[in-house]
């Protein structure tokens, strides 16, 4: 079983992990972190324009424009994050049909996945971007002990730090 974000929430999480990482030093143009985060720039665009909108970034126009964080990262949570991207999060499908459940009956796994997106949302809701940014410069100092075990299959870091 796989649980992942859709593509848009892995871009947003990404975009403000790179802004973050430079909170306080000035902007940063959507073509550095289009390339730091290995991230389609046209797509990118689409994005930040989305994390300006719910006031996550803060956007200045021009040749020396840019984007910076809108709150301190302390206070902008990855769930804030993932719903500015995915939107609000529904958990309205099935896990045993092939179709929507409706609330009105319950499956013999109804009662443990609601709990488990219960759990999920928790989570990614005291999770805030200083705790990635601070987790990510560990990673790349090389003083991160994951919690997790690691993944499975390797996998390439986007965004190292140049």
């Given at each position: 079983m796989q649980l992942s974000l859709k593509r848009k929430g892995d871009y947003a999480v990404r975009a403000m992990i790179s802004v973050g990482r430079h909170h306080g030093t000035g902007l940063r143009q959507a073509r550095q972190i289009s390339t730091e985060m290995h991230i389609p720039y046209k797509t990118l665009t689409l994005i930040l324009a989305g994390?300006?909108?719910?006031?996550?970034?803060?956007?200045?126009?021009?040749?020396?424009?840019?984007?910076?964080?809108?709150?301190?990262?302390?206070?902008?949570?990855?769930?804030?994050i993932v719903v500015a991207a995915e939107g609000p999060a529904t958990f309205?499908?099935?896990?045993?049909?092939?179709?929507?459940?409706?609330?009105?009956?319950?499956?013999?796994v109804h009662d443990t996945w609601a709990r488990t997106q219960e759990a999920l949302?928790?989570?990614?809701a005291s999770t805030s971007l200083a705790d990635m940014v601070g987790i990510d410069a560990a990673i790349e100092a090389g003083a991160y002990q994951p919690e997790a075990p690691p993944?499975?299959?390797p996998t390439a870091r986007h965004g190292k730090r140049h």
């Open positions: 994390l300006v909108a719910e006031r996550l970034l803060a956007a200045t126009h021009g040749p020396n424009g840019g984007y910076r964080l809108a709150r301190d990262p302390a206070d902008i949570s990855v769930l804030d309205d499908h099935c896990v045993l049909r092939d179709g929507p459940c409706d609330w009105e009956e319950t499956c013999p949302i928790r989570e990614l993944h499975t299959r």
